[in-house]
């Protein structure tokens, strides 16, 4: 009798040992995970900058280079100064603690790292419809006050909840956007419009008719390289916003991958009713605009509804790539079409293909709230600030720097030297 109550003493105190050690795990994995996903995301910085210099030209190749550095190097720094803290502490419409820092410890630093190069993300998105135009010192004080003014007050509202001290208002809705197409996204999408608008188009962009001209860009090559590593780095995006090592990670990783293969294919179908060819770019930008449409509902919908969004995505690039060039709206690589136009597109899709209550209008209302209301922070607030820089600082290099490239205007450098100096000088 007291050797089968030791036994069962024993196994009892063993399930207990085991569950505190299976917790233990858990916890260090769901840290490993975001850590890795952090990095991963981290590693999208260098595929936004091939991106871009590829999409332009050779002129600016080092002058992109320098502004996707500078976005993480600045945009991290004010995220920890004062950007973690408007979007996560403590307050009803922007947080007030936290700042520098203050007051985190343990898993607050992992959350934060993951938290910060997705600020970073949101602010590198205007690079790309400011290039080859804009002087560098503006665009770094444009950088560092989206980083740390006008896409914090947006998470504030959409996110704040994930930290635990406050819920924010869009969040308290029921509002559904769970990687970022409309809180990153779409919020540096319009931002970047709104920058477009204020520096005017590129010399030579439009004709004397304001009809839009091809200039291409100098390396698909490069560009074609930078949409691999964006899209590898969406897994970390996607499936790292789950914040935990668990089972689920893995469908939010097939619908990221089948939203950016449908997004490919319908661009370039598309291309070919719209521009009698294969177009390179617009796949290119296809399968970008997939992965910003599913990024809101890439945990909640089936994968059949990430390929219909990833399709729909695709067509609306291509679409609303020509519609800005027909408002004389010059954007190099089309990053409000992809970012702005198809992050909002995903944002609506969160909700119309929610697998939990399909097509809920209540959901959708929602859905175009946060939206609409991004739309306005992202545009309106975009819009003050470029005016204010143009005001003081100025926002465009002059003529000459222009058409001699701003490698050498605003760096005295080539990033092609064995070949550019002889050919680059007031190229169009």
């Not at 975009?382 to 000459?400: D, P, Q």
């Amino acid at each position: 009798m007291k050797k089968r109550l030791f036994m069962y003493l024993f196994t009892i105190l063993s399930l207990g040992l085991f569950a505190e050690g299976t917790e233990e795990v858990q916890t260090n994995l769901n840290w490993t995970w975001t850590l890795i996903a952090a990095a991963m995301v981290f590693f999208m910085q260098a595929g936004f900058a091939m991106v871009e210099t590829g999409f332009t030209r050779a002129k600016n190749a080092g002058n992109i280079m320098m502004k996707n550095a500078m976005d993480f190097s600045m945009g991290i720094l004010a995220f920890w100064a004062v950007g973690f803290a408007f979007m996560f502490g403590e307050g009803k419409l922007i947080g007030t603690t936290n700042f520098f820092g203050q007051g985190l410890a343990g898993w607050d630093w992992t959350f934060f790292i993951f938290q910060g190069v997705f600020a970073a993300t949101a602010a590198t998105i205007l690079s790309g419809a400011l290039a080859e135009r804009t002087k560098f010192g503006s665009y770094l004080v444009i950088s560092f006050f989206v980083t740390a003014i006008i896409y914090p007050v947006l998470g504030h509202w959409a996110w704040a909840g994930l930290y635990g001290k406050s819920t924010g208002w869009l969040e308290s809705l029921g509002f559904i956007d769970f990687a970022g197409s409309t809180v990153v996204h779409s919020l540096g999408g319009w931002t970047a419009l709104a920058g477009a608008i204020a520096v005017g188009p590129r010399i030579g962009k439009f004709d004397s008719n304001g009809k839009a001209k091809a200039i291409p860009g100098h390396s698909l090559t490069l560009a074609a390289l930078g949409v691999f590593i964006l899209w590898f780095g969406w897994f970390g995006f996607n499936s790292g916003s789950t914040t935990t090592g668990t089972s689920e990670i893995g469908l939010i990783a097939v619908n990221t991958c089948l939203a950016a293969a449908a997004g490919s294919i319908s661009a370039l179908i598309t291309s070919i009713f719209k521009f009698k060819t294969y177009d390179i770019g617009m796949t290119l930008n296809g399968a970008l605009a997939g992965l910003v449409g599913i990024t809101a509902g890439c945990a909640n919908v089936a994968p059949w509804a990430s390929v219909v969004i990833g399709i729909i995505a695709g067509i609306l690039v291509v679409l609303s790539v020509v519609f800005f060039d027909n408002r004389k709206i010059d954007d190099p690589v089309g990053a409000v079409s992809v970012h702005g136009v198809c992050g909002a597109w995903g944002t609506l899709a969160a909700g119309i293909f929610n697998a939990e209550d399909l097509f809920n209008v209540k959901i959708i209302g929602v859905q175009a709230i946060g939206v609409i209301t991004c739309f306005l922070i992202a545009f309106v607030g975009g819009s003050i600030l470029f005016k204010i820089i143009k005001a003081t600082m100025g926002l465009r290099v002059s003529e000459e720097e222009e058409l001699r490239g701003l490698d050498i205007g605003e760096h005295k450098a080539d990033a092609y030297p064995d070949f550019q100096s002889s050919s680059s000088t007031y190229e169009i």
